[in-house]
């Protein structure tokens, strides 16, 4: 009877011990976490068709993808998680928050060892090309091609040994343009 009622005390000594170590972290640690810049880790593509934008990047990224269920689906690459989900499942999550196939904003970049031979093992499967492999102002060679949905895809290799210039490199800013109005 004593082993037993040691045991029950161990036990529940271990379930409130769990219980106050996770969850939200202490007081004294939140302000710092908001001092931490955030990490992009996931960016999701939100789609009509899961199926068909799956075998489209498993092709294009060369990875087997984790299917999660049919209506999301996850590609790990070396610096995060390109995600695809179905719009009508976002829509009973967050409704109004999302169109399939409407992205004319944003490009998907990823970096990759030689980009005329992704060129070539791509030139037949991508439908929609948007120009071909170039050489960057910035430093770096690209091709730019769109996926079923319209969503733009860039991908990139620096151009000889070193890195490319960074985003605020003379060789990379924008022209400004004056506005009109």
Known sequence: MKTKLVFVRLFVLTLVGV???SGLP????????RNQTPVLATTC???????RLT?????????KPNVASENYVEFRTGAGIL??????AQERYIPGSAKAGQNNSAILEFRVGDV????AALHNFVKTWVKPPTNQPWGTRSIYFRDPDGNLIDF???IGTGSPPSIDSPQRKPEIIP???
């Open 179 to 181: 506005d009109s109005t």
């Open 26 to 33: 202490p007081k004294s640690n939140m302000q710092s976490d």
């Open 19 to 21: 219980a106050t170590t």
């Open 156 to 158: 990139f290799a620096p």
């Open 83 to 88: 995600a695809i989900f179905a719009v009508q």
């Open 55 to 63: 075998t489209f990047y498993q092709h294009v990224l060369d990875t």
């Open 116 to 119: 005329d031979a992704q060129y």
């Open 45 to 51: 593509l939100i789609t009509s068709d899961v199926k």
